[in-house]
């Protein structure tokens, strides 16, 4: 994250996402899973990494619908491990992600212990086997915007639809 | 029958938003009379250097002023000869459409129908509940309130019933339209494609403000807006009827210019406390340097916009004084736009239509007439 600290700040004050941000945003929209990890800090994700995924669904709402996603998190403690179903699980959840059921959490201890290799294939074979399926949701392409027909948001709103001739202006007589 | 007239076929102007922001190099606030005023004496002098468009913002929130276009337009009208008068924009959804269709057909008989205007939602929540309305139905709102306020301005007589307004039943708007003929009208949208698919829908000019935003995104919205136009009947894509804004500061020597505008780029409320001017320049439609790079950047635009029909530049933000706004305004009427005409008209295919105009709008209605007499008989 730290490569995109500036520029995440910026979006917030730019309302768009500059260059390498921008770069970021469509790789991990146009990624057929994620692995996304943090640091724990003061009990939940690093502010930067909430950050990111502000700045990312302000841009793109839809940015990690039916996304198959692996959490994972790092920390001084095991004390903090779960920060991965408190914190980042309900993140992804109201984004729309797909997260596996198995998380990664690694303390200083977990370090070349036993167990968390085992944690780790499990979450990993949970991500690919997610992964191998058809999306869950068709991504619209972000080339060009697509369009939402006007007769239906008139009915939807009771009105009915004419086919005014707009600018080329027509007088009552 | 209506006089000759010579329009541009790209008309120029400047919009402004009337926020009072203290200068951020001797931490003045106008007071919200001298603002006002410096509203008006900027609009003057757009007509004086030979500019064709002056519109103004809407805003019912402090630091801002402009609160009454209508009224200010109608001030403005009576010391101007040519000028249009427009809107950056007009709040289709917290204003009653009646009152719009009232408001500006009266300006248009006082203007002698140098008016239009532009629809926005406004993006400012706490603004929808002091005049009853709620910022979640926004795009709702601004569909029915513009097809209500369409079918007032071209039906003498009107019954409607709808969702966000008291039903209406044998209403007649007035004054009607000047001649028959109701004022053009933007939709303006910076990333909601129901609006874009709004003024497609009735054959509506398409603004987008093009000052926030990378140029890629303009482009998606103006290509939306120009497929949807021809989808919808009223021509191909090309003859879609498009504006855009833009952002500019000048000196004759582009140091000067980037000198002077860092203190209020580096504060401005809207964009401020965030990137480089020279990032911000870089990959948005602002502008900051000699009269020479405005003309080579806005040339540019024409490249993801396609040939348009308004080009509005935002002149007097930040806090910038008067006195420097009119230099700018002195360079920007003096040396660009002139280049930009000139340019603009070259390789213009000749069934791009040129800017509508009142006098424009009521040539073809009567062409229109005749036709139909013939026809009919």
């Known amino acids: ?173 | 029958m209506p006089e000759k007239h010579v329009a541009p076929s790209t008309q120029f102007g400047i919009f402004t938003v009337g926020d009072v922001t203290p200068d951020p190099t001797t931490g003045r606030t106008p007071t919200e009379r001298e603002r006002i005023n410096a509203m008006v004496t900027i609009a003057i002098k757009a007509e004086e250097v030979g500019l064709d468009v002056f519109a103004t913002g809407e805003h019912h929130n402090p630091p801002f002023v402009p609160s009454s276009p209508a009224t200010l337009l109608g001030y403005v009208a009576a010391r101007t000869e040519r000028l249009i008068l427009s809107t950056s924009t007009t709040l289709i959804t917290t204003n009653d459409p009646v009152k719009i269709a009232e408001d500006f057909a009266l300006l248009q008989h006082l203007a002698n129908g140098r008016v239009d205007l532009m629809m926005g939602r406004g993006n400012t929540g706490p603004v929808y509940p002091w005049f009853g309305k709620d910022i979640r139905e926004g795009i709702s709102i601004a569909v029915e309130n513009y097809a209500l306020l369409h079918r007032l301005w071209r039906e003498n007589v009107v019954s409607w019933e709808g969702k966000f307004r008291t039903p209406l039943q044998g209403f007649t708007s007035t004054p009607r339209p000047l001649d028959g003929i109701p004022p053009f009208v933007w939709h303006g949208s910076i990333r909601s494609p129901e609006i874009a698919e709004q003024a497609a829908y009735y054959g509506d000019g398409f603004f987008h403000n093009n000052i926030f935003w990378p140029a890629d995104h303009t482009k998606r919205m103006i290509e939306l807006y120009r497929n949807r136009y021809a989808h919808y009947g009223h021509g191909t894509p090309e003859q879609a009827i498009v504006g855009l804004g833009g952002q500019v500061f000048m000196r004759r020597n582009s140091q000067d210019a980037v000198r002077e505008f860092r203190p209020y780029f580096d504060v401005a409320p809207v964009y401020g406390h965030g990137s480089s001017l020279e990032d911000f320049t870089e990959q948005t439609p602002l502008t900051v340097g000699s009269p020479q790079q405005v003309i080579e950047k806005t040339l540019a635009f024409r490249e993801y916009a396609g040939d348009y029909q308004r080009q509005l530049f935002l002149m007097d933000h930040a806090g910038l004084p008067l006195k420097t706004v009119l230099e700018q305004l002195d360079l920007l009427g003096e040396e660009v736009v002139p280049v930009l005409r000139e340019e603009f008209a070259k390789n213009r295919p000749a069934n791009v239509p040129d800017a509508p105009t009142h006098a424009s709008l009521l040539a073809l209605a009567e062409a229109e007439y005749t036709r139909e007499e013939v026809t009919t008989g």
């Open chain 1, 1 to 173: 994250m730290r490569d995109f600290a500036v520029e995440i700040a910026h979006t917030f004050t730019n309302g768009f996402p500059e260059k390498t941000l921008a770069d970021a945003f469509s790789a991990v929209t146009e990624a057929d899973g994620l692995i996304v990890v943090t640091p724990v800090f003061s009990a939940s994700y690093s502010g930067l990494f909430k950050s990111f995924f502000d700045a990312l669904s302000v841009t793109d709402e839809n940015a990690l619908a039916g996304k198959p996603m692996l959490i994972g998190a790092t920390g001084g403690t095991a004390r903090h491990s779960l920060v991965l179903d408190h914190a980042l699980r309900p993140l992804f959840s109201y984004l729309k992600a797909v997260v596996v059921p198995t998380g990664v959490y690694a303390a200083s201890e977990d370090w070349g212990a036993e167990g968390l290799n085992a944690r780790v294939a499990r979450a990993a074979g949970e991500l690919a086997s997610l992964m191998g399926r058809p999306a869950t949701l068709s991504k619209p392409s972000r080339q060009s915007l697509e369009p939402v027909p006007f007769d239906q948001l008139l009915t939807e709103l009771g009105q009915a639809p004419s086919h005014p001739e707009g600018h080329r202006g027509r007088r009552d007589r």
